[in-house]
């Protein structure tokens, strides 16, 4: 089975990003696919310029779903909803999508063999260097009932200093380091030693992983 699968892409099938940006673009691609493959957390790519169709699963995903990376790659996360599914927490999730926000919500999904699972997700976007919506990030996690886990994910998060409480809460928004380093007054370099501290701190292996916690607990 393979860790990872990518899809790829035929530029002329997506509504591309302009010419000039499309290298940084597939590099932001790159990085995004990088960062989930050792992650222990099931965890999703989607391509928000192209409806949230999956672009990369990880190995956590596959164990999870049931499913191969390639049966899924190009389909929208919805496959995994069913009847019992609860329409406000879908609902939410439309929302946040459209929006452009993080949300995190817990909901009835249904594995490859239909056996159902509550399923704790959390989506947080990804903008590009130009502002525009370009992917989102997921992560999903099979929990018994609801278990959104507020408290246990703020004391989690009262560990760290105020300054990497900062720099994840706007990489929660989706903000990229350049623009992180801006509205904070900081240079990239401290941008990335913070997430690099942070990640540590918290004692997960990616930066998604962080962001889960952040989103679950509201900030
Ligand atoms: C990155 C990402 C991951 C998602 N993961 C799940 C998931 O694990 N389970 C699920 O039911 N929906 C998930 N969704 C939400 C669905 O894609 C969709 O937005 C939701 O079903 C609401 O839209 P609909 O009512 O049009 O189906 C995810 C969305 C995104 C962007």
Do not use: W
């Not at 530029?11 to 591309?16: G, I, L």
Request: proline share 5%; with cysteine.
């Amino acid at each position: 089975m393979p860790c990872l699968y990518v899809q790829v892409t035929d530029p002329s099938e997506q509504m591309a990003p302009s010419t000039g940006s499309a290298s940084r673009h597939e590099r932001l691609r790159e990085e995004l696919i990088r960062s989930i493959r050792h992650s222990p957390l099931a965890t999703i790519v989607t391509d928000a310029i192209a409806a949230n169709a999956i672009i990369a699963v990880n190995d956590a995903f596959e164990r999870l779903s049931g499913y191969e990376a390639s049966e899924v790659i190009g389909r929208n996360c919805r496959m995994l909803s069913g009847a019992e599914t609860c329409p406000a927490s879908r609902a939410i999730l439309r929302q946040a999508v459209d929006a452009g926000r993080p949300a995190f919500v817990t909901l009835v999904n249904y594995r490859k063999d239909g056996q159902p699972f509550q399923n704790a997700v959390m989506i947080a976007p990804v903008y590009d260097d130009n502002g525009i919506l370009a992917f989102f990030l997921g992560t999903q996690l099979i929990v018994d009932g609801e278990t959104r886990n507020l408290a246990k994910a703020n004391a989690r998060l009262a560990d760290l200093p105020p300054q990497q409480l900062r720099v994840l809460e706007e990489m929660a928004r989706g903000r990229r380091h350049a623009e992180i380093a801006k509205k904070l007054g900081l240079s990239i370099k401290t941008v990335k030693m913070h997430r690099g501290a942070l990640v540590k701190r918290l004692g997960v292996q990616t930066s998604t992983e962080a962001i889960r916690i952040a989103i679950e607990a509201g900030l």
